[in-house]
């Protein structure tokens, strides 16, 4: 038999010791870098799993049920209320706006032009029989539509004003009915003369009274918007506050500087444009940050009415949300995040001050 035989012992060396470190260190390194990319992977696919089963869209709660629209007539529909809201007309103006565009092209913008107010949200109105015209239809831009709304109500008023005096003396058959707020949608489209059958509009007074009701400030935390996060677009906070202003500087109180008197401009022959004046939103609307850091504090006075101004502001800008990349809506005391799509009560720490509305880019 063969003699046993001591085991020999190990020295470990210095080399050897930091080879064994390394191959540690990089076991290590590889288990966490494992885990990074799983949890990586794990949260992508969850987003993915989640935007799949997403639809996009908007809604309001009318009882037990929602109703709902696209992002872009969300928009649309919220351009028409506020504009009605920051010309002085009544939330009823809003209802009738948005069930007649419904009606006449989906809440949909048929033509663009720069300015907001002549977008086309409306089909081709009367004839124009004006001199030079050659009697075609005009397009009803949002301007045009709230124009003949106006002039219609303030003529009604009129008539009652002369009655009350004494000096109504027509008859019954030569009466014309004036535009005011809770006629039916009928009487709304023959009033002013819009082109499609009158009984196609009333189909959709639940949606129009629903969403006006919503983005004219008279429910709090009641519109929402589920939008995508993969595919939103950048933030644009310099977007949201130039449509901010032009949308309701009345509301607002957005002042704008005084016209100079301009010999340049006033000159026929001049080539050069007069420029609109600038908003003075100091105060106002207050934009800090860059990019996802972004944020907008909107100091919001108060509504007339049954309007909350705060409301108004804080629901058009879920409504804007899909074209302006924004990721959270704040007002007291609750929050729309883009990530639920839903309004829900914050802390303290993060609630914005009464009276105003926050604006994020930044997601969680």
Not at 55 to 74: A, F, M
Not at 97 to 122: G, H, K, N, P
Not at 195 to 219: C, D, R, S, V
Not at 246 to 273: G, K, Q, T
Request: negative net charge.
């Amino acid at each position: 038999m063969s003699p046993l035989r001591t085991p020999r012992s190990t020295v470990t060396t210095r080399p050897m010791a930091r080879r064994k470190r390394r191959r540690r260190a990089i076991v290590a390194l590889g288990v966490t870098s494992a885990l990074i990319a799983g949890t990586a992977y794990g949260t992508w696919r969850y987003i993915e799993e989640n935007e799949y089963l997403l639809e996009v869209r908007c809604e309001v709660g009318v009882d037990d049920q929602t109703v709902e629209l696209s992002p872009e007539q969300t928009h649309n529909a919220a351009t028409l209320a506020v504009t009605a809201i920051d010309r002085g007309l009544p939330a009823g103006a809003a209802v009738d706006a948005l069930a007649i565009s419904m009606q006449e092209s989906e809440l949909q913008i048929r033509e663009t032009e720069d300015d907001r107010d002549s977008r086309v949200l409306f089909a081709r109105g009367v004839p124009d029989w004006s001199e030079g015209s050659d009697g075609e239809p005009v397009e009803t831009s949002i301007e045009g539509f709230y124009s003949v709304l106006e002039d219609s109500l303030e003529a009604g008023q009129e008539d009652d004003d002369g009655e009350a005096e004494g000096d109504g003396e027509d008859s019954e058959e030569d009466e014309q009915r004036n535009w005011e707020p809770g006629l039916e949608l009928d009487e709304v489209a023959e009033i002013l003369e819009r082109p499609h059958n009158p009984q196609f509009y009333p189909q959709h007074g639940t949606m129009a009274e629903a969403y006006a009701e919503a983005l004219t400030g008279q429910q709090p935390a009641d519109l929402t918007c589920h939008l995508s996060q993969l595919e939103a677009p950048g933030p644009d906070p310099e977007g949201v506050v130039e449509e901010l202003a032009a949308v309701m500087p009345n509301a607002l109180e957005i002042p704008f500087p005084e016209a100079e008197e301009d010999a340049e401009a006033e000159d026929a022959d001049s080539e050069e444009a007069e420029s609109e004046p600038e908003p003075i939103l100091d105060g106002i609307v207050e934009l800090s940050g860059s990019g996802e850091e972004s944020e907008i504090l909107i100091s919001v006075p108060e509504g007339e009415d049954a309007t909350d101004y705060q409301w108004m502001v804080a629901h058009w800008a879920v409504a804007v949300a899909d074209t302006y990349g924004i990721q959270t809506v704040t007002s007291d005391p609750y929050q729309w995040d883009r990530s639920s799509g839903d309004w829900e009560t914050v802390d303290d720490e993060i609630t914005a001050e009464s009276g105003t509305v926050t604006i994020g880019f930044e997601q969680d």
